[in-house]
């Protein structure tokens, strides 16, 4: 939702007059500045009173000076007791004007968030099937560590290019992890899409999980292969604001509580699938539509 000029310039105005009322900085500039209209007041009336009194033949002197600056304090003194009324009046609109801005700037605020829910669930609906992520295959085992080929899927289960990967770890018992964020019974809840997993590293009966080697799901950007859209592909949005929804999902799993907190999710939590392999296993890793990783071979699809 894009904020509307109108608020904008509310938004602008309450917070300059927020600085200058309530900060030391805000202050100090309101002084000066009404100091310098002060000076300049002061010395045009002691120019002019210089003027008069060379006219008349006279000299100014420091006597002179001090009772134009008297009169000058005297002239403000008396505007402001003869303008409280006004000064009132600019006061009260300014704090209306401050007030009213914070409210605004809270309803857009509420309304922007209302949006993005939206297109939150727009994302889980494009999203709402089951996808085959990642073929992995022992391609060696020796002196007790696996080597393991990855090759990475798109959206329609084929290999994407360039993103194969190899991975060596110790141990034979391969575990593949994930996150898997829940947003069932949250505002963004969408169909039979309750779970967004996205697996993220492998580890084994010798790799502490905490230790797992990184998987490099994603090309340049932050969405993972098998959830990358061309424009065509998506309903509902345009491709820059399906990915930047997308996203934040997923950076959901980095501040669960925050997400929590916002209605955005139930829960993140970790699911790992495991298998132990020898030289030429081959299975597939797949997000299922209800969330969370399951292990198939080939021939079953």
Not at 84 to 91: F, H, Q, T
Not at 222 to 247: C, H, W
Not at 253 to 260: L, N, P, S, T, V
Request: charged fraction near 20%; include cysteine; hydrophobic fraction near 45%.
């Amino acid at each position: 939702m894009t904020e509307s000029p109108l608020l904008k310039i509310a938004v602008d105005v309450s917070q300059t007059l927020l600085w200058i009322f309530t900060t030391p900085t805000g202050l100090l500039c309101l002084m000066v500045g009404w100091m310098l209209v002060f000076f300049v007041r002061f010395f045009k009336a002691l120019k002019d009173r210089s003027l008069l009194l060379a006219a008349s033949g006279k000299k100014s002197g420091l006597i002179s000076g001090v009772s134009v600056l008297m009169d000058e304090l005297v002239s403000v003194g008396v505007w402001m007791a003869a303008n409280i009324p006004l000064l009132i009046g600019v006061v009260a609109i300014l704090s209306v004007l401050v007030a009213l801005s914070g409210t605004v700037a809270k309803v857009d605020e509420y309304l922007n968030l209302q949006q993005k829910i939206r297109e939150y669930s727009l994302v889980l609906k494009n999203l709402e099937r089951r996808y085959k992520v990642a073929k992995v295959k022992c391609v060696k085992q020796e002196n007790g560590v696996t080597t393991l080929s990855i090759q990475y899927f798109d959206q329609n289960g084929n290999a994407v290019k360039g993103s194969q990967e190899r991975i060596e770890i110790n141990g034979q018992d391969i575990f593949i992890d994930a996150l898997v964020v829940n947003f069932a019974y949250s505002g963004i809840e969408s169909g039979e899409k309750r779970n967004l997993a996205v697996p993220y590293r492998v580890f084994s009966e010798k790799v502490a999980q905490k230790d797992g080697v990184p998987l490099k799901i994603a090309s340049a950007g932050t969405v993972p292969f098998v959830y990358e859209r061309a424009e065509y592909q998506i309903l509902g949005m345009n491709k820059e604001a399906f990915d930047a929804r997308l996203s934040e999902l997923l950076a959901v799993a980095r501040d669960a509580e925050r997400a929590r907190k916002a209605g955005m999710v139930r829960s993140v939590y970790g699911n790992a699938v495991h298998r132990v392999m020898t030289k030429d296993d081959v299975f597939f890793i797949w997000v299922e539509q209800s969330g969370g990783l399951t292990i198939k071979e080939e021939y079953v699809f």
